[in-house]
């Protein structure tokens, strides 16, 4: 990796296909990438065994290799990663940073999304129950989101996270940022859905003494119904077969209409129209 000085990544779930919303910021992560004569990796979240669906991480990578996006270097499987994650889980213990909350699930709802502390004073941190990280210090975390501009958060607002869940498995934050940091990550282009992740990420990459990557966050595709499309809301996969009308779709999501010549090329011609094309900046996305 130090041949470049950016390295993004796209990190899918295994928890179905991808739909078109995904595959739109696969597209535009691939793009910006690309466009800065960067690395653009690969990762399977595979760390909630629970959701996964058996075949799925190969379904991605095959939807992937179809429509064009081909990676740079292995991909990485976080649930080969879990020394990692607990090597860093040590260090924020080591820190006092860590506490055991056994919270039940109907307390937490009636909390409304804002954690009170309420089991804060616990040390025991190897007994069971989930573990959640203080929120000590400054709280405000401020970044400069490269598509939307400055992003201001008080952490407080939701309080101290979990980084290990009551199950026992990993919590998304904590293997993020373990990851991104592992693999050199320079900068982040996803999803605005995941914009609420980004301040506790940010935070816990302060805390663990790791470098942090730029940000920067792309509209969501929503149903007719307004619902952001997802495998959890049945979005349909994007079959490999039309990969051309797929990627047509994406880059019109992502402000860029391909000429009607270019309608039913090859992926490796529209993604080169879109290399050429891609800018910066507030993305004004139309109904793909």
Not at 24 to 53: C, K, M, N, Y
Not at 165 to 191: C, E, F, K, S
Not at 253 to 272: A, I, V
């Amino acid at each position: 990796m130090a041949t470049t000085t950016y390295v993004g990544r796209f990190a899918p779930s295994p928890t179905g296909p991808l739909h078109l919303g995904s595959l739109a910021t696969a597209v535009a992560s691939f793009l910006d990438a690309r466009a800065r004569q960067g690395h653009w990796l690969v990762r399977i979240e595979d760390i909630d065994p629970p959701r996964e669906v058996p075949g799925a991480a190969d379904t991605i990578v095959g939807q992937l290799d179809a429509h064009g996006l081909h990676w740079d270097g292995p991909i990485l499987h976080q649930s080969q990663r879990l020394f990692h994650y607990e090597t860093a889980l040590a260090k924020l213990a080591a820190a006092g940073l860590l506490y055991r909350c056994t919270c039940n699930r109907q307390r937490l709802r009636e909390l409304g999304g804002c954690y009170d502390g309420r089991c804060r004073q616990r040390t025991d941190t190897a007994q069971a129950g989930a573990l959640r990280v203080r929120i000590d210090g400054d709280p405000h975390i401020s970044y400069r989101d490269f598509l939307r501009g400055p992003e201001h958060t008080d952490l407080r607002t939701s309080g101290d996270f979990v980084v290990r869940r009551r199950d026992g498995l990993i919590a998304y934050q904590l293997a993020v940022a373990v990851d991104d940091a592992a693999q050199g990550i320079t900068h982040v282009l996803r999803g605005a859905d995941l914009a609420d992740s980004t301040p506790r990420q940010i935070f816990l990459f302060r805390q663990l003494g790791l470098a942090t990557p730029e940000y920067g966050h792309i509209p969501v595709i929503c149903d007719a119904q307004g619902r952001k499309l997802s495998k959890q809301n049945h979005a349909p996969r994007v079959q490999p077969a039309a990969a051309s009308a797929n990627l047509c779709r994406a880059l019109v999501w992502l402000g860029l209409t391909p000429p009607r010549e270019l309608e039913g090329s090859d992926p490796e011609s529209l993604l080169r129209w879109g290399l050429e094309h891609w800018h910066r900046g507030p993305l004004k996305a139309e109904t793909p």
